[in-house]
């Protein structure tokens, strides 16, 4: 088991003013004073030398520098919390204890739905988690609040916080959120626990085509909007599969305005898992599922485009994330941009692990389902899986951008390498190129409607100056994309 940092060392200040965690990858624009509280924290920690410094520095009483300084370790430190759409780091898993849901996505990347963790092996299934030196875990489905699981999926919170493993967020399509699996959350889980919500359409025909859960509720958000007054951080995510309107996508970014606590709203490309031809559609009920082919690695811009453009008109309270690449919240503070050189292309998720409901153990969700033999084994045939040191064994552990066609590209200082899953889903190959962030990128940097020179004239800039060959990037996201 790797030994956990300490604040101090997974901490640092870039740009004067851009404090980077190195294991949750969360990036904070400090203030003026927030700059001058991290140079006290710096040398002092938490001790009593950095009160004595605040109250003189600061001309306050010990109480005030007190509270204040309190306030800041707190915001610096995230620990095994999500911040937003961002996942915790390092010692951090993603459980699936079931495959089953009651939607019918073309987006879910599950080939099927059938499996779940036996009821007599979820103890010693946890039991794992805890010797993996495991701190906090992400929840998700299939559906954990349908009705075959609602009973199990609390039983689990109360095994986890037993073990004093934090449950950091909690994957749901929402369906099943009554008002009795309300008070039941608001009993079991801390309001730290963040909420990830699939919100791919809002009421109407095409809602019910992939969630027929809503057809049977009058008011399918209202247990939403219970968990945001209680002060639960919500991440709605928007899957792009070929189906949406631009103006109904727009709608559900309308929607998300009247929520206080929602804290991002995802809006990225489906990883193609299902689409086209081959193996992973010769399933006639999944074929009759789907809506149409692979879609275009570009299918995303005539999206943000539209949000950017609404961004401008009217911002959105909440960061929107586009792809894996552009944040509204980079747009106001671009020195949240820093270069990518070489690395692994997870970087953030580079030590994340996923527990499947068929037992397998994997990185991350969709890796298996794309690529099965990227396993390190079975729940249920080794009971070391977890020991101590899993994270060297990882399946995408010593991937390297030096080893990819990244290495040569002059988009890698902005893109880090990319995103296996597309890479894979797009038949580019583990090594390969992530198709969708390339032509995503290629947009930004020409920016060929002007939207980011005519409203984010310095975050444009900012990405020019990160790019050490600009006149090599392709004038073209189509043809960066791919012919397809």
């Known amino acids: ?107 879910c990347y599950h080939n099927e739905h059938g499996t779940r963790w036996p009821d007599d092996q979820f103890a010693r299934i946890l ?87 809503y057809r049977h509720l009058s008011d399918p958000y209202a247990p939403i909007a219970d968990l945001d007054t209680a002060g639960y951080p919500l991440v709605c995510t928007t899957n792009l599969f070929g189906e949406q309107t631009v103006d109904g996508v727009l709608e559900i970014g309308e929607h998300l305005r009247r929520y206080t606590n929602l804290r991002a709203w995802n809006l990225r490309m489906a990883v193609p898992v299902h689409f086209g031809t081959g193996e992973r559609t010769d399933n006639p009920a ?64 580079a030590a994340l692990v996923t527990l499947k409901a068929s037992g397998q153990v994997t990185q991350c969700p969709i890796l298996t389902e794309l690529a099965p033999e990227l396993t390190m084994g079975s729940l249920h045939d080794d009971n070391d899986v977890l020991a101590p040191g899993y994270e060297d064994r990882l399946p995408l552990t010593g991937l390297h951008t030096t080893d990819m066609g990244c290495h040569t590209c002059p988009l890698l200082t902005l893109c880090g390498g990319g995103c296996r899953l597309y890479a894979l889903g797009y038949d580019q190959g583990l090594t390969g190129c992530d198709l969708p962030a390339r032509a995503l990128l290629t947009w930004m940097v020409t920016d060929p409607d002007r939207i980011l020179r005519d409203h984010w004239p310095a975050y444009h800039a900012r990405l020019l100056a990160l790019l050490p060959d600009v006149e090599r990037v392709p004038t073209d996201a189509s043809a960066a994309g791919g012919d397809r």
């Open 1 to 107: 088991m790797m030994e956990a940092p300490t604040l101090a060392e997974r901490l640092s200040l870039t740009d004067g003013n851009v404090l980077t965690d190195s294991v949750s990858g969360r990036k904070l624009v400090l203030d003026p004073a927030g700059v001058a509280f991290y140079d006290v924290f710096t040398r002092h920690g938490t001790g009593p030398g950095a009160l004595r410094e605040l109250t003189t520095r600061f001309l306050v009483p010990p109480d005030r520098a007190a509270a204040d300084y309190a306030a800041f370790v707190d915001l610096i430190d995230q620990g095994q919390r999500c911040e937003g759409s961002i996942l915790p780091g390092a010692h951090h898993a993603v459980l699936e204890p079931t495959s089953a849901c009651n939607g019918q996505c073309p987006h």
């Open 286 to 349: 999944r074929r009759r599922q789907l809506f149409g082919t692979r879609p275009h690695p570009t299918l995303g811009l005539r999206f943000y485009a539209a949000v950017l453009r609404e961004h401008a008109r009217a911002a959105y309270p909440y960061d929107v994330r586009m792809g894996n690449h552009l944040m509204t919240s980079a747009l106001r503070n671009p020195h949240v941009l820093t270069a990518k050189g070489d690395g692994h292309p997870c970087r953030e998720d």
């Open 127 to 213: 039991d794992q988690v805890e010797r993996g030196g495991i701190k906090s875990v992400s929840i998700t489905g299939g559906e954990v609040f349908s009705a075959h699981f609602t009973d199990k999926f609390f039983a689990l919170a109360e095994q986890l916080r037993e073990r004093g493993v934090a449950v950091a967020s909690v994957s749901t399509n929402a369906t099943f959120l009554t008002e009795d699996v309300r008070d039941k959350i608001l009993t079991a889980l801390p309001t730290t626990t963040v909420f990830r919500i699939s919100l791919d359409a809002l009421r109407g025909p095409l809602l019910d085509r992939i969630r027929p859960g």
